[in-house]
């Protein structure tokens, strides 16, 4: 590939162009499906995108896209996730990454200067995607005619700089500082938000885009019609029966929720047919293009219409923009497509919004087969067989409100539109739970007070159906009625019995709940240099692995196949126990239990454990190989495995805990139990698992070096363990292996250590997530404040204040202590450094730390400048180069062995926002969820919601006390997660309090009985679980107790 690549060639004739930060590509053949992000980590020097989710759901992979755009004569720039866009669709267009913004050599941009000054960055992995958004806010509030802003800053609105990065993840800083890095552009930041500004003006980059030819498509196996009538003729020569897969194209976002593995042999992009991409109004209703991308499709409805609709059509319209713009992130929305997102949820069931808001909006569709074309309700269109390949959907059209009017006698009458979503977050990449949009034509009676709902039309989506469904019966009972409280309890009765979602949704009870709820509202009115394992240049013949794991608990491996007729592409070999060399282990982790097979052995013990790795030329041909991989498993005469901590207990299954970690018996608990002078009261909390959620993958790269040697580049947090298990596993000395970890991207505990177990059970063992025992510990004490505060009917606080620890009660479990709600206990270990001084005066410093986003090079930076403050007026330089005339070594080494006194030591908090948003993530959203097998089945961006910038705390207040310095501790240095995700629990507590609050209001409705105060909350209590706990049915509660009153 890289020799048909040439930069500042001329063009020939129909190849792929493109540019990358102003370097120009050419590209004379291309597989069909390598994505750009594939293309720029493998293919290029700019390994600032990075990949992480694949399917959409992060932001580490944007680039800004620059595209000419020929009917409007000018250049469009807009994000866009590599991960998800097909190379072949960039031809003549221009891409930017951070590194094209500024780099260390030419100067850094502004944006990364404000990310610095700000910390905006801590592992830095989500740093590149994040300055990307805010690059391509910046570049487009830039051509706004606003006013031209006071230096520093820039025409970009806070809200603007805000919204930027909704769609981006990160998983260590709680976004404030990279908030505040994005808002310090906007010329309406209020400064004392800040704390401060005071950068200089942006280098703006832009590159020219020029336009291109159109690819050769027989070469490219990629199709551009023209026209209508092009694409006819192209799907007529296309023949499904020969074999020939085909596959049509837009933004090829939907391969983010579809991780489709098939093979196409030709795709056809819409994106160059005129008629599919405008936006066309008649008085009859405005039709909207099926490739236009949701952005467009945003825009266009919010344009002003200048009386060419009455009002309040316009609002329905701009009302459709409103919710539209919550959909996926701005970087999705930029190339996904209205006419995609309609036939996935036509084709696949995909629990779309666009579909629930235009169906409420009584939408039409066109569609193509063949040469016919048809006009079709979009409900029509749903219930239809599942779209086939060759039939193309050209457009959806938004009718004129006014002819819902026109039916109507009533003439004084008046439209409502409203649309509604339930997700996991407000703004930022979430499916929803259940959607919906009404339209009504109400009026006021003439014959008595009140409102007269003449017409509606009422549309529910995503609640477990195959897909969203007017609720006709519904709108049949309320047309013509005057909106009474009885005549609503009927109608939420009516929704009710005929929204139903599907046997096997999840949560469907609480899927249910918001549409009467809805129903009354609605009648009633970086830098990017940074460089991560993945990121080095794969050497020559670079052979990629991909694990297969498990998928039953306990079981006999009788074998291994591949689910096709040939053998993978490019799979090379299958690496099992089998292959352990002679001299080796099968060992891929030690614990304080023992080692940890690498590869199960005949028997899988649990599910999730690695049996074998598939070996393959790319790392996509690896991925694919071990997907379609089948595993033959035996269970004939093996017992049930054990999946839960109950059953363990059940059947013994324990280990033996060693005596050092014993906890400190302080009083005697049966005897304080027995004397108690009050009833004991017994409750049962279960909490779940956190996944990690780094940003960064695990990765590893292995370079075998001469006379059996190993170098191993790993993203693991602790080399020593990874460096004795990789020596082990293949037999070798230790002194054979090195393990180079330079910098990580994320861990949190995840790259670490094994964490201890407490039962045996057939469930994989996890790595310790950050605080692990103490957020459970912490929140279990809790829990039981709260539970007795409930059964004394007391004030939580009260009886938190009784139960505080005093100095006296403290010391009897430490001999030191700070008097601090969160204290976390912290173990340094010993760890060896080792200074030289080169002969130009650069210093190495070689230290056993893991650079996390704890600033560990930054210091190290520090110590040099110390030393030379020392020196005096001496040239550092002259001093190295006599220093080396006179063969003085210069070069130090020491082992750091903390005393006794300050090994272990008590800490209360410090970089504390990630970690405290972090733990909103674990009480409040997080839900970790494994199948009946103990396989962990949501873990990809999709399923696992961590918390984004529009679910962190309005506001947060920290104060951080001195600790002072410790002359036995490296500057002072804290360790700062784990506290503020412990005290993250008051989140938890805080909605438990409003959860009491509304089922105090239940009670007093007659609705709940008299033991309301008392329930489990659990953890993490999101959306389904608090609503389920205040009152599935308030709203028919409420009716039926105004009903009974009046
Ligand atoms: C991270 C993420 C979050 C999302 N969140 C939401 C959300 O909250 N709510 C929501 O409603 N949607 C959501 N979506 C879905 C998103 O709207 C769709 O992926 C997008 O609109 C699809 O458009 P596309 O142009 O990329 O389609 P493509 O991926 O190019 O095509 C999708 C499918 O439709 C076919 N196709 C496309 N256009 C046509 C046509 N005109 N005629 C016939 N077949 C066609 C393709 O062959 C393919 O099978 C999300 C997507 C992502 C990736
Ligand atoms: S890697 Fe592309 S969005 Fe996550
Ligand atoms: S700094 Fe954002 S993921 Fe680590």
Redesign the pocket.
């Known amino acids: 590939m890289q020799n048909q690549m040439e930069e500042e060639r001329p063009t020939g004739t129909s190849n792929l162009v493109f540019a990358v930060n102003g370097h120009r590509f050419e590209l004379s053949s291309v597989d069909p499906s390598m994505t750009l992000l594939e293309f720029l980590r493998s293919h290029t020097s700019f390994k600032s995108v990075k990949l992480s989710c694949g ?3 992060c932001g580490a992979c944007i680039v800004l896209l620059s595209k000419y755009d020929p009917s409007h004569e000018h250049i469009e720039d807009f994000t866009i ?1 590599s991960c ?1 866009t097909l190379l072949c669709s960039i031809n003549g267009c221009s891409i930017t990454t951070t590194e094209g913004l500024g780099n260390s050599k030419d100067g850094f941009h502004s944006i990364h200067q404000r990310f610095t000054g700000f910390h905006a960055s801590q592992c830095g992995f989500c740093t590149p995607g994040m300055c990307i958004s805010l690059f391509g806010a910046l570049v487009n509030a830039e051509k706004t005619d606003r006013p031209d802003p006071f230096l520093g800053f820039s025409k970009l609105t806070v809200i603007e700089a805000e919204k930027a990065i909704a ?1 981006n993840l990160c998983r260590c800083t709680g976004y404030r500082p990279i908030a505040d890095a994005c808002k310090s552009f906007a010329a309406d930041v209020d400064m004392e938000d800040l704390g401060f500004n005071s950068f200089g003006r942006r280098k703006r980059i832009r590159k020219e885009v020029k336009s291109s030819l159109p690819l050769e498509s027989k070469r490219f196996s990629w199709y551009k019609p023209a026209s209508i009538e092009e694409l006819q003729s192209l799907l007529d020569t296309i023949d499904a029966n020969n074999g020939v897969q085909m ?12 991780k489709e593995l098939e093979h196409y042999d030709k795709y056809v992009d ?1 994106t160059h047919i005129p008629e ?1 991409s405008v936006v066309r109004r008649d008085q009859s209703g405005i039709e909207i293009g ?2 236009l ?2 952005s467009k499709v945003i825009e266009a409805l919010k344009e002003e219409w200048k009386g060419e609709f009455l009002s309040e059509c316009t609002v329905v319209f701009k009302k459709i923009a409103v919710h539209m713009e ?4 701005e970087f ?2 930029n ?11 036509q ?2 069931h ?7 808001i235009l169906l409420a909006a009584g939408s039409l569709v066109e ?2 087969t063949g040469t016919m074309r048809e006009k079709l309700t979009l409900e029509e269109f749903l219930a239809g067989a599942p ?1 086939d ?1 060759k ?4 457009n959806v059209k938004i009718p004129n409100c006014e002819s819902i009017k026109n039916i109507s006698p009533e003439r004084n009458s008046k439209l409502l539109f409203e649309t509604y ?1 339930a ?1 996991p977050r407000p703004l930022g ?4 739970y259940l ?1 919906a949009a009404f339209l009504a034509e109400v009026s006021c009676s003439k014959s008595s007070a009140g409102i007269m709902l003449n017409r509606c039309q009422l549309a529910f989506g ?1 609640f477990g159906t195959k897909h969203a469904i007017r609720a006709w019966k519904v709108e049949e009972f309320l047309a013509g009625k005057l909106l009474t409280i009885d005549i609503l309890y009927e109608a939420i009765k009516l929704v009710k019995a005929n929204v139903m979602p599907e046997d096997g949704t999840r949560n469907p009870t609480y899927r249910e709940l918001p549409m009467s709820i809805w129903i009354s509202y609605f009648v009633t009115n970086y830098i990017g240099e940074a460089v991560y394992v993945d990121d080095i240049p794969s050497p020559r013949d670079c052979l990629h692995g991909a694990f297969i794991y498990s998928k039953k608990p306990f079981a006999r491996v009788k074998g291994i196949e591949f689910n096709s007729k040939l053998l993978p592409a490019g799979l090379t070999a299958l690496i099992s126990f089998k292959d352990i060399p002679n001299g080796g282990e099968n060992i891929g982790a030690k614990t304080i239990f023992g080692p940890e097979p690498l590869f199960a052995d005949e028997f899988t013990r649990c599910s999730g454990e690695r049996l074998a790795l598939v070996v393959a030329d790319t790392q996509k041909h690896a991925d694919v190989a071990s997907s379609i991989a089948v595993v033959d498993y035996d269970l004939e005469n093996l017992e049930p495995p054990i999946l839960t901590v109950e059953q363990a207990i059940k059947r013994s299954s324990l280990f033996e805990v060693p005596s050092f970690i014993y906890p400190k018996q302080i009083g005697d608990v049966s005897k304080g139990m027995a004397e108690a002078d009050h009833k004991i009261i017994s409750a049962e909390i279960k909490l779940g698992s956190q996944y990690y959620f780094y940003m960064e993958n695990q990765t590893a790269l292995a370079v075998p070096d001469e006379e059996n040697c190993m170098v191993v580049y790993s993203s693991t947090q602790c080399p020593e363990f990874a460096h004795a298990v990789i020596a082990e596993c293949l037999g070798v000395p230790e002194h054979n292996v090195r393990v180079i970890t330079r910098r990580v991207g994320g861990a949190f505990g995840g790259k670490a250590i094994k964490a201890m177990p407490v039962c045996k059970t057939n469930l994989l063992s996890r790595s310790a997530m950050r605080a692990p025992g103490e957020v459970q510990g912490s929140y279990i004490a809790e829990a039981v404040i709260e539970h007795v505060a409930s059964s004394l009917s007391m004030d939580a606080d009260s009886v938190r204040a009784i139960n505080l620890h005093t100095h006296d009660s403290l010391n009897s479990f430490y001999d030191s202590i700070s008097r601090v709600p969160a204290v976390h206990e912290v173990m340094l270990r010993p760890t060896p450094g080792k200074v030289s001084i080169l002969s130009d005066g650069s210093v190495v410093v070689e230290v056993g730390g893991i650079e996390l986003g704890q600033g560990l090079w930054t210091k190290t930076d520090t110590s040099k400048e110390r030393l030379q403050a020392q020196i005096g007026s001496v040239k550092w330089d002259m001093l190295i180069r006599q220093a080396y005339l006179e063969a003085v070594n210069l070069s130090a080494s020491s082992f750091f062995v903390p005393d006794l006194a300050s090994m272990r030591y008590l800490n209360y908090g410090a970089a504390i926002e990630g970690a405290f948003v972090q733990g909103i993530g674990f009480f409040m959203l997080e839900e970790y969820t494994t199948n009946s097998d103990g396989l962990v089945v949501e873990e990809g ?2 399923t696992y919601k961590i918390p984004t910038i529009d679910t962190i705390p309005k506001q947060f207040n920290v104060e951080i006390a001195n600790s002072g310095h410790h002359q036995n501790r490296v500057l002072s240095s804290k360790a700062s997660g784990e506290p503020p995700l412990l005290l993250a629990a008051s989140v938890h507590c805080a909605t438990r309090a409003a959860i009491r609050d509304a089922r105090q209001q239940l009670y007093s409705w007659g609705c709940i009985d008299s033991s309301h105060s008392t329930f489990n909350l659990e953890v993490p209590a999101n959306m389904p679980v608090v609503k389920e706990l205040c009152g599935l049915d308030s709203v028919e509660r409420y009716l039926q107790w105004k009903m009974s009153s009046n």
């Open positions: 399917e959409g759901g996730s998800l769609g596959k049509i194209v837009v933004g090829n976002t939907g391969m983010g929720y579809y819409l599919l099926a490739s991308t949701i919550k959909i996926a992130s999705i929305r190339t996904g497509s209205v006419g995609g997102n309609l036939v996935m949820a084709r696949k995909f629990p779309s919004d666009i579909v629930t569609i193509l779209f390949s039939s193309v959907l050209l979503r997700a990449n979430a499916l929803p959607n995503a961006t999709w």
